[in-house]
């Protein structure tokens, strides 16, 4: 069965840093890309981030260019999302969202999504 | 980036009825467009791929149409789980932005 169950959300202060996991059970993780979707409260949702099956390759949010990093470890199945510089703004329920193949391309779409991490920021 | 905008924002009807929503990006996509549905408090559920590809296990009650900029969601009867919001999806180009969802709720 396939599993995707997100961690590491929190309260943070605007400037500081969080680490979101995304850990993937009942798939090879390099088999597919994956991505980061956010949504604020009460908001529609926001696409945030994608990596390649390989890792090789990356795509970025405007919003987000520049202060969130997204990477992944084949080894412990886990995908994350290191993000610096965090905003008010920031503040949503994250879902990392698995790809329908490995390579970035037209015509993707997320069948699998993980229960989502809230991060919270505020002073 | 390409920009998706959905119409309308919020939507009553009565079950049995049929309702459609439409979707229209910013600049041509083909037929790179993916629909969602999402209930409260829980992840979002693909319904609908490349504009008219019904998702294994969603109910032939839902079908999508349309190409180049101008989308259509359609449900042909509703039923009392289909109230929920309605978000689409371009995935033509990065960033695959989505659409800021139309609301359906009970008439």
């Known amino acids: 069965e396939v599993q995707m169950v997100e961690s590491g959300g929190g309260l943070v202060q605007p400037g500081g840093s969080l680490r979101l996991s995304c850990s993937a059970s009942g798939f090879i993780l390099s088999d597919y890309a994956m991505s980061w979707v956010r949504q604020a409260p009460g908001k529609g949702l926001e696409w945030v981030s994608i990596?390649?099956?390989?890792?090789?390759?990356?795509y970025y949010a405007d919003s987000v260019k520049g202060r969130f990093t997204i990477s992944r470890d084949t080894s412990d199945k886990t995908l994350y999302l290191q993000m610096n510089s965090l905003r008010l703004e920031d503040t949503a329920i994250y879902y990392c969202?698995?790809?329908?193949?490995?390579?970035?391309?037209?015509?993707?779409?997320?069948?699998?999504w993980g229960q989502g991490a809230l991060v919270t920021v505020s002073s | 980036d390409i920009q998706m905008t959905q119409s309308p924002s919020s939507l009553s009807a009565s079950v049995g009825d049929r309702v459609s929503f439409t979707c229209r990006a910013s600049?041509?996509?083909?037929?790179?467009l993916n629909w969602y549905q999402q209930k409260p408090g829980k992840a979002p559920k693909l319904l609908i791929y490349g504009a008219s590809n019904l998702q294994s296990g969603v109910p032939s009650r839902f079908s999508g149409s349309g190409s180049g900029t101008d989308f259509t969601l359609t449900i042909s009867s509703l039923q009392p789980e289909d109230f929920a919001s309605y978000f689409c999806q371009q995935s033509h180009a990065f960033p695959h932005t989505f659409g800021l969802g139309t609301k359906l709720q009970i008439k």
């Open positions: 969202a698995r790809d329908r193949v490995a390579y970035l391309a037209s015509g993707s779409y997320y069948v699998e």
């Open positions: 600049l041509s996509i083909g037929t790179y």
């Open positions: 990596i390649s099956g390989g890792g090789g390759t990356t």
